[in-house]
């Protein structure tokens, strides 16, 4: 049912410095900005042979990635993103085999995507996202 990693998320304190190293230095292109309202972000998005890499910055304290930066000022990895065909069934194989789910039920995210997180404390770590593009659903 995963087919591909998605992104990668990264949270970062200012999107624009991100961006610029990003296109600077390593010398690629970002697709795109977008506002996630929900999650209190605002996201820029760059393309890696096949997979993205996701900048995070939030638009509040409340925001999970305000949140994940109090922790980790210099900012860093937040997540890893798996595409799935079929992002209900792989909530539930999950849960069946005990990972613990943050969303029961997935809700849109950015770049017109389902989505939904597994706790990391039953992923070794690692804040997992499953996410399906939107009209797949």
């Known amino acids: 049912m ?6 990668l998320g990264i949270a970062v304190k200012s999107l624009d410095e991100a961006i610029a190293y990003y296109e600077n230095t390593l010398g690629l292109t970002c697709e795109g900005r977008e506002e996630v309202e929900s999650q ?3 996201t820029a998005f760059f393309a890696v042979g096949g997979v993205h890499i996701e900048l995070l910055e939030p638009t509040s ?15 860093g990895i937040h997540h890893i ?16 085999k005990g990972a613990r789910l943050i969303h029961e039920v997935p809700f849109e ?4 995507k389902l ?3 597994l706790h ?3 992923t070794f ?6 996410c399906q593009p939107a009209h797949a659903h």
């Open 2 to 7: 995963i087919t591909k990693i998605d992104h």
């Open 40 to 42: 209190k972000v605002r």
């Open 61 to 75: 304290d409340e925001s999970p990635i305000a949140r994940f930066l109090e922790k980790t000022p210099s900012g």
């Open 81 to 96: 993103a798996f595409a799935t065909d079929d992002i209900t069934g792989q909530l539930a194989q999950a849960k069946d």
């Open 109 to 112: 995210g950015a770049a017109d």
């Open 115 to 117: 989505v939904a997180f």
């Open 120 to 122: 990391p404390k039953s």
């Open 125 to 130: 770590g690692v804040l997992t996202e499953f």
